[in-house]
């Protein structure tokens, strides 16, 4: 076939698409694949963390707080860390959503969990579970239903959607705990598996579905048929003029040398980047919340049924306040909203922490870490992106957020080393005391350091930001 026929076949096929964007029922019915897509995207983030201790003593032959599983636990912890570095191929593989259009990989990706998933269950040594983690680690950070959602959502209610989808994902991740009570059995670790049977079933079934249901985004569309209709001519012209402004923009762009310069070199942005850092590694907790839970039950301070209704119940919490944050951003202002949140955080980990090590009652644990992770990630999202934007020029913006995202990395990186190492020196029966003692602090540093040293930002003018 050649190059003529290709691009009249890929037209035909384009055109029809544009004829389903208009009909009466696809965008509801799009809407609602997508809202399953992003629940199976979280329920993939989520099921390692639900289960990890069973996890660990079926792979390792071991029993939950032993010298023996503390051990196993660090060190596959640590191995475990360095599947993330499959993460700096991901921009790549994002880009190519450019090239070749959106629709193949929504249909990858959610596929491409169903697979990482379904390799970690069949897997019966650390190898392979670990390939599965890889595959799992690549295919979910890349949502591209929320690129769908922007693309196909009416420019009003982009935002709306963007919230209402997020926050029925993240409520779905409870599904987790209500698997954990039906299917796990404590004397029996290996039934961790039956944990994932569902997410995997999902992921294949909406996987397939999307393939039917789901056409290329109006956006792209529109966008490739004007390309593919355009002459030869038109398409140098073209091609000529995206290089000169790609020029321009790297002109105006600067390298993350650069970027560091300016954030350490402002007393704003400064401030952010050790606030965004102290953060970044106090997220550590929430890579190890399961191990606190089950350290509950094994000093019988927390019993079975108790941890499964934690694990059930603080992801609603979750949910629930995750969208309550969004609201107060543009209410209160950027650095009130922000110290609220990081307060939520530390009140919630604390509480938590009690809970794990006490007899509290397991809703008010629930409710703890729910309300907790609620706050951690929305000051971080407001940290990395809103308040950084906020104090950065318009010509090396993009720049700075994304070497402020680097420095959330760098402090993502030393967490779960800290953490790894801690189980294996402390032991997996003091997480609850250990984690506490070493996050909470940081935490409180951090929230010290944005209301003494960081500007409000809400009222900056994005085209002349001075806030120094």
Not at 48 to 55: I, K, M, N, P, Y
Not at 284 to 303: F, L, P
Not at 410 to 417: E, I, K, S
Request: hydrophobic share 50%.
């Amino acid at each position: 076939m050649s190059n003529k026929e290709k691009e009249q076949k890929e037209i035909a096929r384009l055109e029809k698409d544009s004829i389903f964007h208009g009909h009466a029922h696809y965008f509801a019915i799009l809407i609602v694949v997508l809202t399953v897509i992003y629940i199976v995207d979280e329920l993939a983030s989520n099921v390692r963390g639900a289960v990890d201790s069973f996890t660990i003593c079926d792979l390792f032959n071991t029993t939950f707080g032993s010298p023996e599983y503390d051990k196993a636990s660090g060190t596959l912890g640590l191995v475990t860390t360095g599947c993330y570095l499959i993460y700096l191929v991901s921009p790549f593989y994002k880009s190519l959503a450019d090239k070749f259009g959106r629709r193949i990989f929504l249909i990858i990706n959610t596929l491409g969990m169903g697979v990482g998933m379904l390799v970690a269950i069949i897997s019966r040594n650390v190898a392979l579970y670990l390939l599965g983690v890889v595959i799992m680690t690549f295919f979910t950070p890349n949502d591209m239903q929320v690129i769908y959602i922007m693309e196909c959502a009416p420019k009003e209610h982009r935002a709306k959607l963007c919230s209402i989808t997020k926050g029925i994902a993240l409520i779905s991740v409870s599904l987790l705990g209500l698997f954990v009570k039906m299917f796990v059995d404590r004397n029996n670790p290996s039934t961790w598996r039956l944990v994932y049977i569902v997410p995997i079933i999902l992921a294949f079934v909406i996987g397939l579905a999307a393939i039917y249901f789901v056409k290329e985004t109006p956006v792209y569309t529109q966008k490739r048929l004007r390309y593919l209709k355009s002459s030869e001519e038109e398409r140098r012209a073209a091609a000529e003029a995206e290089k000169k402004a790609e020029d321009e923009e790297k002109k105006k762009s600067v390298s993350v040398f650069g970027a560091f310069r300016y954030i350490f070199t402002h007393k704003q942005t400064t401030a952010i980047a050790i606030v965004a850092l102290l953060f970044a590694i106090a997220t550590g907790y929430t890579g190890k919340y399961q191990n606190m839970i089950e350290s509950g039950v094994a000093r019988n301070v927390i019993t079975a049924d108790g941890a499964d209704i934690i694990l059930m119940f603080y992801p609603l919490i979750n949910g629930v306040f995750t969208l309550l944050g969004g609201f107060l951003t543009d209410a209160l202002g950027r650095k009130k909203s922000a110290l609220i949140l990081g307060l939520w955080a530390a009140l919630g980990l604390a509480v938590f922490a009690w809970g794990c090590a006490n007899n509290l009652n397991p809703y008010i644990t629930g409710f703890a870490y729910g309300f907790s992770i609620a706050g951690l990630w929305s000051i971080s999202d407001m940290i990395y992106f809103i308040i950084t934007a906020e104090s950065t020029p318009t010509e090396i913006r993009a720049s700075v957020v994304g070497s402020m995202q680097l420095v959330g990395m760098v402090g993502t990186g030393l967490n779960m080393v800290f953490n790894n190492v801690v189980t294996m020196i402390a032991g997996s029966m003091n997480l609850p005391l250990v984690l506490t003692a070493a996050y909470l602090p940081l935490m409180t540093i951090a929230l010290v350091i944005m209301m003494l040293r960081i500007k409000e930002t809400r009222d900056v003018d994005l085209e002349n930001v001075n806030v120094d």
